[in-house]
């Protein structure tokens, strides 16, 4: 059996013997839209629960609008002009316009990326700007949530007379989905406040995970930050299949910050949903290829969205270029320094929250569960040693040792493009 998989911007072929019952678990999504760009003029102008987005910004000294950063598939070149039409429409001037790059801790976009994220001739004839969320005095406080996380926001954004965030909707590993209040926090939210909602608090919470919204803990208190920062109008997408980096839209949701955003969860949530009739003995799955399995970090987001699937006590292999290697500094040392996943996850419960600790500890409740196994050829191979499972240098060979590693006839779920497969057992999902 021939199986492509989506990995870095090419792909790869597996070749996978007869012996076992082999389930592909495709991407599914809704067929394109016809008309991208009359869906996006028709949300813009009968958005969910708020007046047309001319009328929300009459009136306003200038707007801020928040677009995610390179590692995320959004259409923002598709999305943002006429968004930016609307609102010089309504009389604000494009010198008060600010359009940020929702970086949360990941590294700033390049001029090269600004570009490619919001397109040359935006770029050209607009402010836009990085977040530096460890820049505590470029963040505004705004108080502590209920909970007690306390709330500090760009303050280019909380200054702004208008607050938009522009998004698309997939399955995230922590707060159910991605899009709306994500664009805010930790999108444009300074460490202090990322530190606390990536703590184990809300990472050992088994609700905070891929396709959970209703009781996700995590999901609630971004909401909260999200009003507190005073979210007035978002525009959040949902794609379709298609090449890694360009892919096609098939929904537009936009208007209110929960509601709109709501529609557009069940709608992807629909779409998406794939079950299984019983767990899996082993999982062959990706990080959906270029951008997300730019780095070792975000890779790691394949292997957490196939543990739903998965029996205890089984294997899953992960397929992931990782051409800018392992990740931020932080976790990288992360890393190199802990060649224990037991070891790592018992320190943390007792040490103050470091940078980019909660991906590492996301893949450590995985590993107390179920053998990894790794194809990342990008991530240099000082760190191979170091992971918490063994490395092939190539997925062939990977897939080989996986396979020779299970029983005859043992179920082998392949998941093509990761992350983007929302996949649960029926009796669970």
């Not at 702004?160 to 590993?173: D, K, V």
């Not at 205890?312 to 800018?324: D, F, M, S, T, V």
């Not at 990977?398 to 396979?403: M, Q, R, S």
Request: proline share 7%; glycine share 8%; hydrophobic share 45%.
């Amino acid at each position: 059996m021939r199986i492509d998989l989506a990995f870095g911007k090419t792909g790869l072929t597996l070749d996978l013997p007869p012996g076992f019952q082999y389930r592909v678990l495709e991407a599914r999504s809704a067929r394109p839209l016809d008309d991208a760009a009359g869906a996006i003029e028709a949300a813009l102008d009968s958005p969910t629960g708020t007046p047309p987005l001319v009328e929300l910004a009459r009136g306003k000294r200038g707007a801020a609008i928040s677009v995610c950063d390179i590692t995320r598939p959004a259409p923002n070149r598709q999305v943002l002009p006429p968004v930016l039409r609307r609102l010089e429409a309504a009389g604000i001037p494009r010198e008060n316009v600010t359009i940020l790059i929702a970086t949360g801790l990941h590294r700033p976009a390049t001029e090269a990326e600004i570009r490619e994220i919001v397109g040359e001739s935006v770029a050209a004839a607009y402010r836009v700007e990085n977040h530096y969320a460890r820049d505590l005095a470029s963040h505004r406080h705004l108080g502590s949530t209920a909970g007690g996380t306390p709330v500090y926001i760009d303050e280019r954004f909380v200054a702004a007379g208008l607050h938009i965030t522009l998004g698309f909707i997939e399955p995230h590993l922590m707060l159910g989905y991605s899009g709306g209040r994500k664009l805010i926090a930790p999108g444009l939210a300074a460490q202090e406040t990322i530190k606390v909602l990536h703590s184990p608090r809300f990472m050992r919470d088994a609700r905070a995970c891929e396709g959970s919204i209703e009781d996700n803990p995590l999901h609630r208190e971004l909401l909260e930050i999200a009003r507190m920062a005073r979210h007035d109008f978002l525009v959040d997408v949902a794609l379709a299949r298609g090449v890694p980096g360009n892919r096609p839209i098939a929904g537009v949701f936009a208007g209110d910050a929960v509601q709109a955003h709501r529609k557009g969860v069940e709608f992807v949530s629909r779409v998406m949903l794939e079950n299984l009739d019983e767990p899996v003995d082993a999982v062959i799955t990706t990080s959906a290829g270029y951008p997300l399995d730019l780095t070792f970090y975000q890779a790691l987001k394949g292997v957490t969205a196939a543990q739903h699937i998965l029996k205890p006590g089984g294997k899953i292999l992960l397929c992931a270029a990782c051409e800018e290697g392992c990740g931020a500094p932080e976790f990288t040392r992360m890393v190199a320094e802990n060649a224990s996943d037991r070891g790592f996850m018992e320190k943390i419960l007792n040490e103050p929250v470091v940078v980019d600790q909660w991906q590492l500890e996301k893949l450590g409740l995985v590993t107390a569960r179920a053998e990894v196994l790794f194809h990342v050829p990008g991530l240099p191979p000082q760190y191979h040693a170091g992971l918490w499972g063994r490395s092939f240098d190539t997925a062939q060979a990977a897939a080989d040792a996986l396979l020779a590693s299970l029983k005859p006839g043992s179920t082998v779920a392949i998941i093509p493009e990761g992350p983007y497969v929302l996949a649960r057992v029926a009796a669970a999902a």
